[in-house]
């Protein structure tokens, strides 16, 4: 009873923590439109491809397994024959080459530390960059005078795989975890909501969560920092 006062309590747009892809979507046309959907071989990447073409997208999927994507997209075509859905292969960098661009990183006097690597840690910075990267790309859209959204957002905290290497974390995370934590169709119900749902048109630069608009960390929010690390990304790729 407790959980659905506090997990179904609704935001300004209508919709809460525990809305799912399909509700937020609901009567929604995406015909006309493509997607590009990584990880979409499992979790909240496979319900966001599979929603995204229920509603009428030509959706790519970028995965890393084309047998879990391949047979994701069979499942979606069972359902609407008449889906557009596809697969592409990712090939992913070497470590390698990930730790060098770690040692640029630190270098350049981002917010990152090896020292202290821990692979949660190195998550979590992630995930900083990309809010700043959006905010920034949603900056320059429109310092250019180009007709184009950049958005960020935080899906929750879902029962995934993501801790499939950390043995005691996960044994607790599907257990316990299942009394708070969101299933892939709650957990996809933010990116399609910011896809799809015309609250969201026009609307660029921002952050959302459980279907609205929130405010991230000051640190996410910080204009400097977000054009250092783009900055930086530039001279990785010239």
Request: charged share 20%.
């Amino acid at each position: 009873m407790l959980s659905s006062l506090v997990f179904g309590r609704k935001g300004p747009s209508g919709f809460s923590w525990s809305s799912t892809a399909e509700e937020v979507t609901a009567g929604i046309s995406a015909a006309g439109l493509t997607a590009i959907v990584t990880g979409a071989s499992s979790g909240i990447g496979a319900e966001t491809a599979r929603t995204l073409a229920l509603r009428g997208a030509h959706v790519v999927m970028a995965v890393r397994s084309l047998p879990a994507a391949q047979a994701l997209r069979d499942d979606v075509l069972a359902q609407v024959p008449e889906a557009k859905i596809d697969v592409m292969e990712l090939n992913l960098s070497s470590m390698a080459s990930v730790r060098a661009f770690a040692s640029e990183f630190i270098a350049k006097g981002l917010p990152l530390n090896i020292l202290m690597y821990s692979s949660i840690g190195a998550y979590g910075q992630s995930k900083l960059a990309n809010i700043l990267h959006a905010n920034e790309l949603a900056r320059r859209f429109k310092e250019e005078g180009v007709n184009i959204t950049a958005n960020s957002l935080h899906p929750g905290s879902i029962i995934t795989n993501l801790l499939r290497h950390h043995s005691i974390l996960d044994v607790i995370h599907r257990t316990l975890g299942k009394l708070v934590l969101k299933n892939a169709q709650q957990g996809a119900a933010t990116s399609c909501y910011v896809a799809l749902h015309p609250q969201v048109k026009g609307v660029s630069g921002k952050y959302f969560c459980d279907s609205n608009q929130y405010e991230p960390s000051e640190k996410a929010k910080d204009i400097s920092l977000a054009k250092k690390l783009w900055d930086f990304s530039i001279e990785l790729i010239t």
